[in-house]
């Protein structure tokens, strides 16, 4: 598990949950789960991405959590969540898995739910798309800054190398390194921004995102980084059914916005895709009001809430 040295104040640090639970996936691993809000509220799911942790969404979860259910939980290996203890641990059916199990842990039979996904919590939802246990529940889908297939390819972390051979090797090489990021340095916060946040994120930002980032286990990140590396989830963006909004930031270098534009052109059910001038990989941290009001605007749409539930 992740050691936890996220922020511990401001609208960055994440809130205490209302009740937390744990979700046992199909191979036994067991995900950890928050959920936040009142009963009976609308219902939202959380999937952070790579090397991340529930506290990625605490500005997400203190504005929605007035007035909606907010479930969250850890991708195996991040957060309280324990890591696979055998190599096919690491994988999209893993984490397609977690998602199936999370959502029956936490939703009654039939109950709807919007379903937001950042980078490889995108990646879950779209592996996941067609399994019966999502469809039964998903009411709509957020995808924010994810990609469905080459994205060691496509990733722009490398300074100055065009697109190519090289630039594919030495990018796979710094993704998936085993070496340990060490502590929060200054010097370490400014690899991370320009690897990952736009120009523009503030200082308060960067610190949030580092701390969630250098908790995660490097064997973690290593491992992910390999489904990462081979990711091939082109199909299955097709074949996701569920009206799927997509956002993405036009500064970033992970998962560059012309993945966006190729997920929104796919999707059978595309509710637009918001591109947010300036911003990097990290958005619901980067631009918190503009992810957290599309989430607003599909609960108001899509999920309702029965009489007395």
Do not use: N
């Amino acid at each position: 598990m992740s050691r936890l040295t996220h922020v511990t104040s401001g609208p960055y640090a994440p809130p205490v949950a209302a009740r937390e639970t744990t979700a046992v996936s199909a191979d036994g691993a067991r995900v950890h789960v928050e959920v936040h809000g009142p009963e009976g509220a609308p219902a939202v799911v959380l999937a952070h991405g790579w090397t991340c942790s529930t506290a990625f969404w605490a500005a997400q979860i203190r504005d929605l959590c007035t007035d909606h259910r907010v479930i969250a939980y850890d991708q195996r290996g991040h957060g309280r969540s324990v890591a696979p203890s055998a190599a096919d641990g690491y994988s999209t059916r893993a984490l397609a898995d977690d998602l199936e199990a999370v959502l029956a842990e936490t939703l009654a039979p039939g109950e709807k739910a919007v379903l937001v996904g950042h980078s490889m919590g995108g990646m879950t939802i779209m592996a996941a798309g067609d399994r019966a246990g999502v469809r039964e529940h998903a009411a709509a889908v957020l995808l924010c800054s994810t990609g469905s297939s080459a994205l060691v390819a496509e990733a722009l972390v490398v300074p100055l190398l065009r697109a190519g051979r090289a630039r594919t090797r030495i990018t796979r090489s710094v993704l998936g390194s085993r070496a340990p990021l060490g502590p929060v340095t200054p010097v370490a916060k400014r690899i991370l921004k320009y690897a990952t946040m736009g120009p523009g994120a503030a200082p308060e930002k960067v610190e949030a995102c580092a701390r969630i980032v250098h908790a995660c286990p490097r064997d973690v990140r290593h491992g992910w980084s390999s489904v990462l590396d081979a990711l091939q989830l082109d199909v299955e963006v097709g074949a996701l059914q569920t009206p799927t909004a997509v956002i993405a930031g036009t500064a970033d270098r992970l998962t560059p916005v012309v993945h966006a534009r190729r997920i929104a052109a796919a999707l059978p059910e595309c509710l637009g895709l918001t591109e947010l001038p300036g911003v990097g990989h990290m958005t619901p941290i980067e631009a918190p009001e503009a992810v957290t009001g599309r989430i607003r605007g599909l609960v108001a749409t899509y999920v309702q809430v029965k009489e007395g539930a």
